[in-house]
């Protein structure tokens, strides 16, 4: 059980670390957070150097007026001068340091700490100095050390004594230390601020992917019917716009697929229910005579050969629908392919009494696949022939520029209402049900028409006028479009 829940914790962190929230957060906190350690340490740095030159600059100063005033008292032959020795003792204890004077002749005579006096001080830095080298000053530590030269009152530029100070920078770490601990202690409040607002800012942030993410879930799960509503800024709002289209066309889709299944459905039922209704109707006819039995037979085969136009029609949309299936383009001389098409319905529009004209004023030839783009025109120019009235004429054009091929069918039959027109290409639709029915008609021709054509990456359009005549215009690319 234990165990179980520590897995449960561990793919839940697992998780929390992937997460763009968690990835925003880490973000602004080191934003937050680098800057400010990085400027608190250049700080103290700047700090610590210019309190060390500071401390350097006033002690460098007090040396050169006690080495002018050791030198204009002639300290170094006489050093029985006792307000010198004091101030040498003062200033050594103002600096928490300690003053060492050299003679001429390296000896010690001044330690304010009266350790080494009489002894020969022969470091670098007083011979350095003795030389007439500018003053120095080095840190060592805990220390700022400096030598000054003492000048000799009657002569001018001669070096009579060094002055060797040192002076505690105690005072001055303790200082700097406190100010780090102080700077530290802010740091830590300022770092735990910004956490605070990087988890804000962060949830904030996410809030709208959250909410989608939600909306998504219960769509999945059926629970919603709305659009998502993000308006948050304007990517989430651009996300949320098209989103909502696309579920706009998932809807369309489901709600055509439910439409396509009833109307099938229904499609398919009636020429079962009209076989039924004959065969019930013999049936219940005893002895009923030969005539009769032909006659109703004949019904019966009727409607078998609807359903079967039905199915196989059915079955023509379906694998035109089926994109995989991909076209089988050949380069094909246009004109041969129409005339071949019209030649083949010619018989039934002479049945029919219309007049067939073919026009060409070029040769076209174009990437086609013949079997889709026969099937399709065929259903124009036999509609043509079906919605036509008598003595009516069917003419079929062929035209095209440098990109495209235009086929163009017209008729003087008997028209399409216009309100009628943006739903011709839908399967199952037909204006006159009953008179469409009549002369054979499914519904599904222009559908298979337009997907044939469409799978082209062509375009069909359609004029009409009611008992005027219509006109369908199809648009083909000469070349294959992939
Ligand atoms: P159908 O099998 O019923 O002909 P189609 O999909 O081929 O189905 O056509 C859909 C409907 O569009 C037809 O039922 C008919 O009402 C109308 N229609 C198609 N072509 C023409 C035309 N040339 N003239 C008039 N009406 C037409």
Redesign the pocket.
């Known amino acids: 059980m234990l165990k179980l829940d520590w897995t449960k914790r561990f793919s839940l962190n697992g998780r929390f670390f992937k997460s763009l929230s968690f990835r925003i957060m880490v973000f602004f906190f080191l934003i937050g957070t680098i800057p400010a350690m990085i400027l608190s340490c250049v700080f103290l740095s700047a700090y610590t150097k210019q309190s060390l030159t500071r401390l350097a600059n006033d002690v460098n100063n007090q040396c050169q007026i006690l080495a002018s005033q050791l030198g204009s008292a002639n300290y170094l032959d006489d050093p029985s001068n006792e307000t010198i020795t004091g101030e040498l003792t003062q200033l050594a204890t103002l600096y928490d340091g300690r003053l060492l004077i050299v003679d001429r002749n390296f000896q010690i005579m001044v330690d304010t700490y009266a350790l080494e006096e009489g002894r020969t001080m022969l470091a670098e830095e007083v011979i350095k100095c003795f030389k007439g080298e500018s003053t120095s000053h080095y840190v060592s530590g805990r220390f700022i050390e400096m030598t000054v030269p003492i000048m000799s009152s009657s002569e001018e530029k001669n070096i009579i004594g060094v002055i060797l100070a040192s002076a505690s920078t105690d005072s001055l770490n303790a200082r700097r230390d406190s100010l780090r601990n102080l700077m530290e202690i802010w740091l830590v409040a300022g770092s735990l601020c910004v956490l605070v607002l990087a988890v804000l800012l962060s949830t904030w942030l996410v809030r709208p992917l959250r909410y989608m993410n939600k909306f998504i879930g219960d769509l999945v799960e059926g629970t919603l019917d709305g659009d998502l509503d993000i308006h948050d800024c304007t990517e989430t709002e651009n996300i949320s716009d098209t989103f909502n289209s696309l579920l706009a066309k998932l809807r369309l889709m489901e709600e055509s697929r439910q439409e396509f299944v009833s109307n099938v459905s229904h499609e398919l039922k009636t020429p079962l229910a009209s076989m039924k209704v004959l065969a019930d109707s013999l049936l219940m006819q005893e002895g009923a005579p030969v005539e009769l039995y032909q006659e109703f037979m004949q019904d019966i085969a009727e409607e078998i050969d609807r359903e079967n136009t039905i199915i196989s029609d059915l079955l023509t949309l379906v694998k035109t629908d089926r994109k995989v299936t991909g076209l089988n383009v050949a380069v094909t001389d246009v004109n041969g392919f129409l005339e071949q098409i019209l030649k083949r319905l010619r018989p039934i529009a002479e049945q029919a009494n219309v007049e067939m004209v073919f026009e060409s004023n070029r040769s076209v030839s174009a990437e086609i696949d013949t079997t889709r783009l026969s099937l399709a025109f065929s259903?124009?120019v036999e509609?043509?022939i079906?919605?036509?009235g008598e003595n009516g004429w069917v003419r079929v054009s062929l035209d095209a520029d440098h990109k495209f091929f235009y086929v163009k069918?017209s008729?003087s039959?008997?028209?399409?209402p216009q309100e009628?027109l943006d739903y011709?290409?839908e399967r199952f639709?037909?204006?006159?049900k009953s008179?469409?029915r009549e002369?054979?008609?499914?519904?599904?021709?222009?559908?298979?028409?337009k997907s044939a054509v469409v799978a082209h990456r062509g375009a069909i359009r359609v004029q009409?006028e009611v008992n005027q005549?219509?006109t369908?215009i199809v648009r083909i690319p000469l070349r294959y479009i992939t």
């Open positions: 259903n124009l509609n043509a079906k919605y036509n069918v008729d039959g008997i028209g399409i009628s011709i290409f639709y037909r204006v006159d008179h469409s002369i054979g008609g499914t519904g599904l021709g222009l559908a298979i028409t009409s005549g219509t369908f």
